[in-house]
């Protein structure tokens, strides 16, 4: 047995386990029988691990050019009669622009006015394309689909009415659309009463039409604006339909409400005497001078004329307009203006309908108190004029 025990001792020593004691007694005893494997009904319930599902990436965010553009059209003209700022909104329709921004009597009559029948029906206006707001009781905001699309925005967010917040979207399109009821049905707007001058009163809805620089949390991207203003003038007395007074607080707005890089005015009488009368500071001789360029369409105190005329029957495509209004909000909205390329866009005629004198833009640029004339070739300037 001694034998037998040293033997044992010997392999285990050989196998390189070193085991003395009662502890070599415990392996050269034989094992216990383990119990069998336990049933499936034994195991219990089976734990699953479900496998780390990957997060859903959010589709990258558009990148947003800060750029806005936007036409504005003021008239109160009667309804009895063609009136041009009338037809140039027709055309701006047709092309579909971009926003446009519109005296209640003017929308009023493009889509009721007997005289407009036979251009209403080269406009195949189709509402389902745009959103139509109420500004207020006097101005409308009308936004292509085509536009939201730029900006990936869905349209039944713009639709939204909200007065309580600025969304996301407004912030973004730099307007308060969620601000403005929605206007379901153009053809049926209200009847504007007889009460004359009534786009005067648009100085007052600008804070209503515009995010301005207060509404942006800082650190955040603010829209730069390219606005074209259409309306009647009158030496000394009128500018785009407003007084020179109420002219004077929509530059003020621009200045320091917005970001604003451009002005493009078509007026009668929006140079000249009226130009002096606009910019001349108060007790000085100095012309007051803005952060953004001015054009304006004529070269002196001139009734303007652009040609709102179609030059082909083939009315299909805005090409055949000689306003190109979709055209001149492309060039505006891009890094780098060409004022002269933009100008031709909405400052155009036929020679044999209108004069040089009404056509010719003068431009005022950034920081400069004088005009010079934008002709692409040789710059004239034009200095104060004696009133």
């Known amino acids: 047995m001694k ?9 285990v020593v050989a196998g390189g386990l ?9 392996a050269l005893a034989p094992k216990a029988k383990m119990p069998a494997a336990a049933t499936a009904e034994e195991k219990g319930p089976l734990l699953v691990v479900a496998a780390p599902v990957a997060a859903e990436k959010k589709p990258a965010e558009p990148v947003i050019q800060p750029y806005r553009g936007l036409l504005i059209f003021l008239s109160d003209a009667p309804g009895s ?25 003017l929308v009023y009559n493009a889509f009721n006015s007997d005289v407009y029948e036979g251009w209403r029906q080269y406009l195949k206006f189709n509402q389902a394309q745009w959103i139509i707001k109420e500004i207020d009781p006097l101005f409308y905001l009308l936004i292509p689909i085509s536009h939201l699309t730029t900006f990936a925005i869905k349209p039944e967010l713009v639709e939204k009415y909200d007065v309580d917040t600025i969304s996301r979207e407004e912030l973004v399109l730099g307007l308060k659309v969620n601000h403005m009821r929605l206007i379901v049905d153009i053809s049926k707007l209200p009847l504007p009463d007889d009460q004359p001058e ?19 949390p800082k650190k955040t991207t603010q829209p730069t604006w390219a606005v074209y203003m259409d309306g009647h003038g009158e030496v000394r007395l009128h500018i785009v339909s407003l007084s020179l007074e109420m002219f004077k607080e929509v530059l003020n707005f621009f200045e320091y409400k917005i970001n604003t890089r451009l002005l493009a005015i078509s007026s009668c009488y929006a140079a000249g005497i009226t130009t002096e009368i606009l910019f001349k500071e108060k007790q000085s001789q100095l ?41 001149f909000l492309d060039a505006v909205t891009k890094d780098v203006i060409v004022y ?42 034009l200095g104060r004029i004696d009133i």
């Not at 034998?3 to 392999?11: G, I, N, R, T």
């Not at 070193?18 to 415990?26: D, E, V």
């Open 198 to 216: 009534r786009a005067l009163y648009f100085p007052v809805a600008l804070k209503n039409i515009f995010c301005q620089r207060r509404d942006y």
């Open 340 to 381: 002269k390329t933009a100008a031709k866009h909405i400052f155009t005629a036929r020679e044999s309908f209108a004069s040089v004198a009404s056509t010719t833009p003068l431009i005022k640029m950034p920081g400069l108190e004088w005009f010079s004339v934008l002709d692409g070739e040789s710059v004239v300037s």
């Open 3 to 11: 034998f037998l025990q040293k033997l044992c001792v010997a392999m």
């Open 81 to 105: 009669r063609i009136d041009p700022i009338t037809l140039d909104f027709i055309i701006a329709l047709a092309q579909k622009a971009g926003p446009i921004v519109a005296s209640q009597k």
């Open 18 to 26: 070193f085991l003395c004691g009662s502890h070599l007694t415990a």
């Open 287 to 327: 012309q007051k001078t803005y952060p953004f360029a001015i054009i304006t369409q004529a070269l002196t105190d001139a009734t303007t004329m652009t040609d709102p005329l179609i030059i082909s029957r083939n009315l299909e495509t805005p090409e055949h307009f000689l306003l190109q209004y979709a055209q």
